[in-house]
């Protein structure tokens, strides 16, 4: 078993104000939940430098980091909670599920190398029912397709040759399921001078994380981290297009591994519109975009707001003229990654879903906007309207603008 | 017409001294009767480190108060096993300390037979992370960490078993003289007024820093030196063992786990008043200052609350020395006949919370021969119950933590306990967060004589002890309290206020950063969101 003995001392600011656990989307569906205060803070006050206490109660934890945003004292509460995670599945083992979905990355190579195959089979009933049976994934819940010409096969470009050099981190979702973002991004830089490589990576770790494979998680992070920093080292920016992944690289990486290299990585990392709001603000950014008379509500993913970088999507995709794009303003998808794909997490995932598909359905708008893949799997699943990557529609706009220009131009 | 009580002996004062006295007694087969101002261990005996000392610390000066603490030392983890932790002890030399003093520090432990090993540092910085990366040397010791709470509830109650009596919340209004000696005490309840004439042969005192008070209502002149000493509650238990600094003792060089928290501390200075428990915040500054040799990131741990008590030191003649450090920690036994003529009538005072038996068996070996009694001190094998549960509890749904607490510490209510958990759901309930105290716990200690009142209860489950000092399980215990018809939203109000004044006291001290915004975060909730009003009905 690992050392636990993690010198994270941030629950000694925690007051007790309970604002993490009233702003937790678990505990504010479910009393099965201990909470993210009990699990977090108080439990690691409890066993630092002594017997450990093993709660079961801390699966039910996503590591959504709402909590982090409430405290006011800025107590590290989940990574408290993820190393709470960690704990329990040393002591109590990890289950083949959780072995499957924690391995994103694995499972993408697989299931789209044979994609056709996978994705049909995801919609079989017989399948889905053994699925549950042997692995305790739902039957009702929907899968994200892959694709078996993924990001990975098309795009192999690893050095940029304009002045602004860009590292994209594509990450095991815009790889494997919707290589049309990772596209879509790429498009919008060379829209935009800057040429993209894609570094040597690997899963980011956050479904690791999640399921309390600590250690594996930060294999990976190493990993990323010395790839990465190759990179920025040369004057390389890393940005990426899954807010999860930006949110790990931010603060996960930090908050677990404390060490020097992921702070200085730290510095380097934006999320895709956030990158471009920085460029627009540095007077660099092609605000050569076409009209597009679309009304689209945008959902903010919990790893978005974590990073405190207030609605980069929103900032940008209003530079479209005509564009209006409004924030539906909903909490927690209850997807939360691998959490909404177990069978005993299910009714939970629902539950904090119910909000959010309320205020999706409330709102005047034609399709959903978000960044974040595994909240779009939700959106499919409680929602009627399409789900679009910020990423997509920009480049819409651009290449809209690049075909209306070169009609115009005269012949 | 004033109700009265025949006994054959009386002692005053529910410390552990006079607990431990209390309960030879029983022992022993004597009737007697303790009488205590206000709660068990209201003094000095909830007022210090809760050090079960291995004796290493008086070994090169004080070598009897060695000898006898290590002998103690042995004798108490047998017999009062469920207040006594066994987390043994480092004594650590930093390079600011004398290098000499190393070698004569082992020599006179080898000398006493106090077990001392020498530990690498390797080692040292495993077990304990939080010790300074420049010190010299690490030997342990078989200290150990006692509860003095539950110690001295305990022993009084295993007295109880046996046929003693005590009576908590009795002030000693007058000593009640004979011509040749003392034949009882004269106390008045403090919450009803109600005063009570207790009769007996022989009168004890053991009032500690009050002892000189008790002793001139008998007409006796007494000195006694009564030694403030200041501690601090650190967030959180840093260390598995007892962390000493190697070195001729002085202050802050002592930190002790307790629970789930470190005591540190501590000082000494002379006070004449002993219900002087004032907190100095530069005293305070001091000692985090010397404790940082140890552990540096002592002054970046979050204290959340401070304390002080009065070793009661006594001396036959006046010696000017205010730091109290080189009078002897020594038992003093008066028996006040030999010394002043007046029959009935003995003083136990001085020692050590690890002595308290030691002093007690004197004590009673004294009255035996008084009254003529042949039996025999049997406390150094007489085991007071044990606190461990680890039988029960297993198939109550609860928070693991709280049930971690409730194996180590449910005790003979175990049952008690486990049938009320597993028939309501709000039984279960931590009320207690920080501590992991559950309405059971607290139910358990609720007795129909006495009022209720949250101090009494925290010093027998730990609530309100954590890091937000009851802030929210105060109104929660009193709430659940009312609800539960065990006292009335009148008597609940003023446990309120009584609990957070004296929690309060310990905060302000401390009250930078997070336990400045701790207090006012508790200030918020009582005077601005439940509104109670200050200072009602204060009898206490």
Excluded at chain 1, 80 to 88: E, F, R, W
Excluded at chain 1, 235 to 242: A, F, R
Excluded at chain 1, 342 to 364: L, P
Excluded at chain 2, 437 to 444: D, F, H, K, Q, Y
Aim: aromatic share 6%; hydrophobic share 35%.
């Amino acid at each position: 078993m690992q050392n636990y003995n993690f010198l994270d001392r941030s629950f000694d600011a925690c007051l007790k104000c309970h604002a993490c656990t009233a702003t937790c989307p678990v505990s504010n569906v479910s009393l099965e939940f201990g909470g993210p205060k009990h699990l977090g803070p108080e439990l690691k006050r409890l066993t630092d430098n002594q017997q450990v206490i093993d709660d079961k109660r801390i699966e039910l934890c996503t590591l959504c980091g709402n909590c982090d945003i409430s405290c006011p004292e800025n107590v590290h509460v989940s990574t408290l909670t993820a190393y709470a995670k960690a704990i329990h599945a040393d002591i109590e083992g990890t289950k083949l599920r959780d072995h499957v979905l924690s391995n994103a990355e694995l499972v993408g190579v697989a299931a789209s190398a044979f994609a056709p195959i996978t994705n049909a089979a995801m919609t079989m009933k017989p399948v889905r029912q053994v699925m549950q049976i042997v692995l305790g994934i739902p039957a009702e819940r929907k899968f994200p397709q892959y694709r078996f010409n993924n990001f990975k096969r098309k795009y192999r470009k690893t050095t940029s040759e304009t002045k602004r050099k860009v590292a994209y981190f594509v990450g095991c979702y815009a790889t494997y399921n919707a290589p049309e973002v990772a596209d879509s991004f790429v498009e919008v830089m060379k829209h935009n001078g800057i040429e993209v490589a894609v570094p040597k990576q690997k899963c980011c770790g956050v479904p690791m994380f999640a399921n309390g494979k600590m250690e594996q998680g930060l294999k990976n992070a190493k990993y990323n981290i010395e790839s990465l920093l190759e990179y920025t080292r040369q004057g390389y920016d890393i940005v990426l297009t899954c807010t999860s992944c930006t949110f790990a690289f931010k603060k996960e990486y930090i908050n677990y591994l404390q060490s020097a290299d992921a702070h200085e990585l730290a510095k380097h990392v934006y999320d895709a519109d956030e990158y471009l709001r920085m460029l627009k603000e540095a007077g660099e950014f092609n605000s050569n975009l076409a009209p597009m008379n679309d009304k689209a509500g945008y959902y903010a993913p919990c790893h978005m707001k974590g990073q405190g970088i207030g609605n980069p999507a929103m900032d940008i995709l209003g530079l479209i003229p005509g564009y209006e794009i409004q924030d539906v303003a909903a909490g927690c998808c209850g997807q939360c990654g691998t959490f909404g794909f177990k069978e005993e997490k299910y009714e939970i995932s629902m539950k904090i879903g119910k909000s959010m598909s309320e205020a999706i359905a409330d709102a005047d708008a034609d399709y959903t906007v978000t960044e974040c893949g595994m909240c779009r799997n939700q959106l499919e699943q409680l929602t009627t309207k399409n789900v679009k990557h910020p990423m997509q529609v920009l480049a819409q706009s651009y290449v809209k603008n690049l075909e209306e220009s070169v009609h115009a131009s005269p012949k | 017409m004033r109700r009265k009580i025949e006994t054959q002996v009386i002692v005053i004062g529910g410390g552990v001294t006079g607990a431990g006295v209390l309960r030879d007694l029983a022992v022993r087969g004597i009737k007697a009767i303790l009488v205590e101002q206000r709660d068990l261990g209201h003094g000095t005996s909830s007022r210090n480190h809760g050090l079960l000392h291995s004796g290493g610390r008086y070994a090169v000066r004080d070598e009897e108060a060695a000898i006898e603490s290590y002998r103690e030392n042995i004798i108490l983890k047998k017999t009062v096993p469920g207040s006594i932790e066994q987390t043994g002890g480092l004594f650590v030399k930093v390079p600011e300390d004398d290098d000499d003093y190393v070698q004569k520090w082992v020599s006179a432990c080898e000398k006493v037979g106090i077990p001392v090993k020498n530990i690498p540092l390797e080692q040292a910085f495993k077990d304990e992370p939080y010790l300074s990366k420049k010190i010299q040397a690490v030997y342990s010791v078989p200290d150990g960490s006692v509860d003095c709470f539950t110690l001295v509830v305990d022993v009084v109650a295993d007295a109880v078993t046996r046929g003693a009596r005590a009576l908590t919340y009795h002030e000693v209004i007058e000593i009640i003289r004979e011509t040749n000696g003392v034949s009882g005490v004269l106390v008045r309840n403090r919450y009803t007024g109600e005063e009570i004439e207790v009769r007996g042969d022989i009168v004890i005192n053991a009032a500690g820093p009050w002892g000189a008070n008790l002793a001139e209502m008998a007409g006796i002149s007494l000195h006694l030196i009564n030694n403030k000493g200041m501690l601090a509650v650190l967030n959180h238990r840093f260390n598995r063992q007892v962390i000493n600094r190697l070195r001729i003792p002085g202050d802050a060089d002592i930190f002790v786990p307790a629970h789930n928290v470190t005591i540190f501390g501590t000082t000494g200075v002379n006070v004449d008043d002993p219900n002087d428990f004032s907190l100095d915040r530069q005293e305070l500054e001091m000692m985090l200052e010397e404790g940082a040799a140890l552990i540096p990131d002592l002054l970046n741990m979050r204290l959340i609350r401070a304390f002080s008590g009065s070793r009661p030191l006594y001396q036959e003649s006046t010696v000017a020395d205010t730091s109290g450090r080189s009078v002897t920690r020594g038992i003093a036994l008066l028996d006040h006949k030999q010394r002043d003529g007046v029959d009935g009538f003995i003083t136990i005072t001085g020692g050590k919370l690890t002595t308290f038996r030691y002093m007690a068996e004197k004590t009673v070996d004294i009255v035996c021969e008084k009254l003529n009694i042949a039996a025999r001190c049997t406390t150094d094998e007489e085991i007071v119950p044990h606190r461990e549960a680890q039988s029960f509890f297993k198939e109550v749904d609860m928070a693991p933590a709280a049930k971690h607490k409730l194996f180590h510490w449910a005790g003979t209510k175990a049952e008690k306990i486990e049938q009320s958990l597993k028939q309501r759901p709000i039984d279960r309930t931590v009320i207690c967060e920080c501590e992991q105290v559950t309405w059971a716990e607290i139910e358990s200690t609720l007795t129909e004589d006495s009022p209720f009142n949250l101090g009494d209860i925290r010093r027998r489950t730990r609530l309100g002890m954590g890091p937000c000092q009851g802030t929210f399980c105060s109104y929660r215990a009193a709430a659940v309290a009312v609800e539960k018809d065990a006292a009335t939203s009148e008597q609940a109000a003023w446990a309120l206020n009584d609990a957070l004044n004296e929690r309060k006291k310990g905060m302000t001290v401390v009250a930078t950063g997070e336990t400045a915004k701790q207090a006012q975060l508790m200030e918020a909730i009582y005077n601005v969101s439940l509104r109670l009003k200050e200072g009602a009905n204060q009898h206490v």
